[in-house]
């Protein structure tokens, strides 16, 4: 161990029920559904689930794929024993669900055969039903604020949280806030949180200010938090290793790559596999890797110089990893000591060259997400993953999050980035000679 990153499991309590919350860093447990995202001594918390008395296994998770079941057919809930274990008659009365999940795993060679691969799948998040990977977690932390009689919910937000978040309290009926960082987040992720009827307050700072004057508002106002903070999120974003897991018929990868911002993601990830390797349901471990934009990278740098995590003012065009002070460090951290895995940072040109590229496929995904391929590439360049490695990539976000990072890429309008692969729109009059010019050029 590296780092002072606490323990995995928790410790035992006097009497422990089935399943609890536990520290981090000191492992004092409390029970599953009290009301709190930090311990007593202010570290996060985990859901500790009670591996002996779950008998899930891979025929049970199969045989949900052909179900009509509500629960079954969410990409999440499929997986309930594993998110929420309060039992099928519970859940079905209470879980708010879109039927998030289900997203495509892409066959990607041709994206592989570009970056030296011969074999990287990409696990499209960006399908889910607000468009970002936040669904899997939301579904999950929406759940539990209904069924704790909670009448608000609030996140801070570079975007998708909120997106999500606000359309997961409408449907359910809550009253949503959104402190976001303003002018700094993308027009598709704010017209849903305003269309959704989110309450969305604009903060005069930066994701890390709304993120610290959220929590204060919360714990006065008797607000449920939804970052991922909150131990219930996390458990719902596991479900997309779960997800990729069966996608690849229980076969697993060398590698899951997947970019870091505030870390929950990666956090989720890690705790899902070793919670499947701990059920035999896979029966080895993958290794993971985390890559992080070069302006916002305290992970990175804490990373490689085996340091605590010193924040950093965050810029890049990747906004929805425009952070500075990761919530989540410490669990992430240890996760990926768990996966025997790596850290990465990428410049923005390698990110915005790497989504052109996925984008050219056919695939496409918003920046964040393509910070995936981008580290991948320089992790196959570097030699740390092999060109015959198999490499599961997950894409975030949808492309169509953020398009005028899309258009002004294509127009050659981006300061500071090389447009490699721009593809900008011909003008021609309307002159049938003068279009056929064109096309035959
Ligand atoms: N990719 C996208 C598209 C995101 O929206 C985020 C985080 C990440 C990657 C990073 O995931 O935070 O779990 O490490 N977006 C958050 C938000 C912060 O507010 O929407 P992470």
């Not at 985990?46 to 779950?54: F, G, S």
């Not at 999940?101 to 607000?130: C, F, M, R």
């Not at 999500?164 to 960082?181: D, H, N, R, T």
């Not at 740390?384 to 398009?403: A, Q, R």
Request: hydrophobic share 40%.
């Amino acid at each position: 161990m590296r780092f002072n990153i606490g323990t995995w499991f928790a410790q035992p309590m006097s009497q422990p029920p089935s399943w609890h919350l536990a520290c981090v860093e000191c492992g004092t447990t409390y029970l599953g559904l009290e009301l709190r995202y930090r311990c007593d001594c202010s570290a996060t918390l985990d859901v500790i689930h009670d591996l002996d008395a779950c008998n899930l296994t891979r025929e049970i998770l199969d045989s949900r794929l052909a179900s009509k079941n509500p629960l079954d057919r969410s990409g999440v809930w499929r997986f309930r024993e594993l998110i929420l274990p309060l039992g099928d008659e519970t859940l079905s009365n209470i879980a708010v669900t879109r039927g998030e999940g289900s997203t495509q795993l892409y066959d990607a060679s041709l994206v592989g055969s570009e970056i030296g691969l011969s074999n990287l799948w990409l696990k499209h998040e960006g399908e889910n039903p607000t468009g970002s990977f936040k669904d899997r977690g939301m579904t999950a932390g929406i759940t539990i604020a209904k069924h704790l009689g909670m009448k608000a919910v609030a996140c801070a937000s570079t975007g998708n949280t909120s997106a999500s978040m606000a359309s997961y309290a409408a449907i359910s009926g809550l009253e949503a806030i959104v402190f976001i960082p303003e002018g700094k987040i993308a027009f598709g992720k704010l017209s849903q949180a305003l269309a959704y009827g989110a309450k969305t307050i604009q903060i005069e700072g930066d994701f890390d200010d709304a993120m610290a004057l959220v929590q204060e508002v919360c714990a006065s106002e008797g607000i449920y938090l939804v970052n991922s903070i909150n131990p219930f999120r996390i458990e719902g974003q596991k479900a997309i290793v779960f997800e990729i897991m069966q996608d690849l018929d229980w076969q697993v990868p060398d590698w899951i790559v997947l970019p870091g911002g505030n870390l929950g993601n990666n956090t989720a990830i890690s705790k899902g596999l070793l919670e499947l390797h701990a059920l035999n349901i896979i029966d080895r471990l993958p290794r993971i890797a985390v890559v992080q934009a070069a302006g916002a990278n305290p992970l990175y740098t804490a990373w490689a110089g085996g340091e605590n995590l010193v924040p950093v003012k965050a810029d890049t065009i990747a906004t929805a990893i425009k952070i500075g002070s990761p919530v989540s460090w410490r669990k992430s951290m240890r996760g990926i000591e768990a996966l025997d895995g790596v850290v990465t940072e990428v410049s923005d040109d390698q990110i915005m060259d790497a989504k052109a590229l996925v984008d050219a496929t056919g695939i496409g995904a918003e920046p964040a997400s393509c910070a995936t391929v981008a580290g991948i590439r320089r992790l196959v360049d570097e030699g740390v993953i092999k060109s015959e490695d198999k490499v599961v990539g997950v894409l975030t976000g949808h492309l169509l999050k953020d398009p005028d990072v899309v258009v002004k890429y294509h127009t050659n309008n981006l300061e500071g980035i090389k447009s490699q692969r721009a593809n900008a729109p011909i003008s021609a009059s309307a002159d049938i000679d003068e279009i056929r010019r064109i096309i035959r050029q």
